[in-house]
């Protein structure tokens, strides 16, 4: 089955101190990629996403990810934490360009980020 | 502004009683999608529409039902056939069902089932 899976539930951080959160996927083929952030109460924001090319993909607030179709993997990172990154962080997939399930995001359970001043 | 509107922020209602969630959005997007959200289960998506008077049912569409009669807007009805409807609700739309199109998400309905 399909599936994304975030290791982590919650991480805390210093301020300033860089971070990286993980996130595999299980899919036959190579999927379109997502992350998002949620502030407490609120909807999603996209941060980056990636569906083929340069494994190494920019986002907004400084976040970037590389994908690595060897580990099947996604992470989230960026060099510097700031307090205003506290949030809960979600990866998501779908199955790409065909088939009946395109446009179908399958999320991760979320990483709870902290961020201590 | 364009966006997703979300109504209303929190909602309460008794066991037993069918309540709507309201999804407006001014984006011109084709597509539009509900997800049910609780603690440590991310999002899972219960219904979805792709064009206006046709939709899919998603993961967990027990209990739920959704009418796309504007392109605008998707409410949803959380029926009492659902088991367990507390939760966070989220509605969200693309311009279209394909892979690579963003899919925006509004504020989210808190539902609290007393």
């Known amino acids: 089955a399909q599936s994304v899976t975030q290791p982590d539930i919650h991480i805390t951080v210093s301020e300033g101190a860089s971070l990286e959160l993980r996130c595999n996927y299980s899919?036959?083929?190579?999927?379109?990629l997502f992350w998002y952030v949620q502030s407490p109460g609120q909807g999603l924001q996209l941060l980056l996403k990636?569906?083929?090319?340069?494994?190494l993909v920019q986002g907004i607030k400084g976040f970037e990810a590389e994908f690595k179709r060897s580990q099947s993997s996604f992470n989230l990172r960026k060099p510097s934490v700031h307090w205003s990154d506290a949030a809960e962080y979600f990866c998501?997939?779908?199955?790409?360009?065909?088939?009946?399930?395109?446009?179908?995001?399958?999320f991760g359970q979320g990483t709870i980020l902290t961020v201590h001043p | 502004d364009g966006g997703i509107t979300q109504s209303p922020k929190y909602l309460f209602r008794k066991e037993g009683q069918n309540v709507t969630l309201s999804c407006e959005q001014n984006?011109?997007?084709?597509?539009m999608y509900w997800y049910r959200q609780d603690p440590g289960q991310g999002l899972r998506l219960i219904y979805y529409?792709?064009?206006?008077?046709?939709?899919q049912k998603g993961d967990i569409a027990e209990g739920y039902s959704v009418s796309r009669e504007k392109k605008e807007s998707f409410p949803l009805t959380v029926t009492s056939a659902q088991k367990n409807p507390t939760a966070f609700y989220l509605c969200a739309s693309s311009p279209v069902v394909t892979g690579t199109d963003t899919q925006y998400f509004g504020p989210g309905t808190r539902l609290t089932v007393l």
């Open positions: 529409s792709q064009i206006v008077n046709d939709f």
């Open positions: 899919y036959g083929a190579t999927p379109y």
């Open positions: 984006l011109n997007h084709d597509a």
């Open positions: 998501a997939a779908n199955p790409g360009a065909g088939g009946t399930s395109y446009g179908k995001l399958t």
């Open positions: 990636y569906f083929s090319g340069d494994t």
